[in-house]
């Protein structure tokens, strides 16, 4: 599933278990796919996060070296 999905996935679950016509047994099977399913979009999240960092510090070096280089024209 995708990230996009999984969220949904997760609002559902949500709505579900603030419904009061959700049984115990539901609610504990609910619980545990909203536990599972929050390590993996929290895992996806962190993964997206390097990915940024990544790309803005790429970003700012090739920024400094730009720099640099004027310094020095």
Known sequence: MSFES???RMEE???LLKDES???EDAITLYEE???L???LSKTLKNIQRKIE???STEEDILET???EDIND
Do not use: P, R, Y
């Open 66 to 68: 730009e720099t640099q």
């Open 6 to 8: 999984d969220l949904k």
């Open 13 to 15: 679950i949500t709505d």
């Open 22 to 24: 959700t049984g115990l």
């Open 54 to 56: 990544k790309v803005t």
């Open 38 to 40: 929050s390590k993996k």
């Open 34 to 36: 909203a536990s599972a």
